[in-house]
């Protein structure tokens, strides 16, 4: 699997993504089925709010470990969880580095749409579980419906050298895809549902400001662009948003799809 996400977005994904996506984590926990002293294995874990929501439910009897493929995230996971009861380590989703029927659960908030092979990591997630163990994952759905994938897929178009990597952001738009592969990765009992969220921006500047600094895959790209394009996609961005009024408050509506599947 690709790195997804540089420092600069490690730096300024609590800021900007993560006040409006940890909102979804209780959905994810319960669709996992976490309960006091399970042994739980949070993949892609980035800043590691997921890990640190895991590690309350299962209490001092159980454990969390944590694990990502970007160093920069798991520095920041480690900022975060200091002095707390919780393993990070880094690895790649597409091939575990756990035995066989280790955990009791296995989450993943927000990554499984930018493996390079959702199927594969779904598999891997399946064989470390122990029997009658929880596999739950979230995912965005379409770019009318996300945060800030919205922007990589404007990026996407104006500079098509970039679509492949961006648009990875919706490789699992519905509820069907995710049951498909889910079912093809061997789960059994699984269940789909969909959640939306409204998420309040002061200002359409405040909403774009990380991606100007860098911040999540589309603020990566976004800041790589030469400026006279850069101000091509902020335009397109903010019509897009039905042009909200300068300095006026935005709304934008989040969906996320919740999977789960029993081993």
């Known amino acids: 699997m690709d790195e997804p996400f540089y420092k600069t977005a490690a730096i300024g994904y609590d800021a900007l993504f993560a006040r409006a996506t940890n909102s979804f984590i209780p959905s994810l926990l319960k669709a996992a089925q976490i309960a006091p002293a399970h042994r739980v294995l949070d993949v892609a874990t980035g800043t590691g709010a997921a890990a640190q929501a895991a590690a309350i439910m299962v209490g001092p009897s159980g454990s969390v470990t944590g694990g990502d493929i970007s160093p920069a995230m798991l520095e ?3 900022r975060n969880l200091k002095n707390q009861p919780i393993t990070l380590a880094t690895f790649d989703a597409h091939a575990l580095p756990y035995e066989d029927c280790r955990f009791d659960a ?8 930018f493996f390079s092979d959702p199927l594969g990591a779904l598999s891997e997630f399946r064989r470390v579980l122990r029997p009658n163990g929880w596999t739950a994952v979230s995912v965005t759905t379409t770019p009318e419906r ?9 990026i996407a178009r104006c500079a098509p050298e970039k679509a492949e990597k961006l648009n990875r952001f919706f490789s699992i738009p519905d509820a069907t895809c995710l049951h498909s592969l889910l079912h093809r990765a061997g789960f059994q009992e699984i269940y789909v549902q969909l959640e939306t969220r409204p998420i309040k921006f002061s200002s359409f500047d405040d909403y774009f400001s990380g991606i100007t600094k860098g911040a999540t895959l589309s603020g990566q790209e976004y800041v790589q662009l030469p400026p006279d ?14 042009s909200p009024s300068v300095g006026e408050p935005l709304t934008i509506e989040m969906d996320v799809l919740i999977g789960s599947g029993g081993r």
Not at 106 to 113: K, R, T, Y
Not at 229 to 242: F, H, I, P, S
């Open 76 to 78: 920041s996971a480690r």
């Open 106 to 113: 296995v989450i993943c908030q927000l990554g499984l749409m």
């Open 146 to 154: 996300s945060l800030f994938a919205r922007i990589g897929a404007v």
């Open 229 to 242: 394009m850069q101000v091509t996609v902020r335009e397109e961005v903010w019509r897009g948003l039905a």
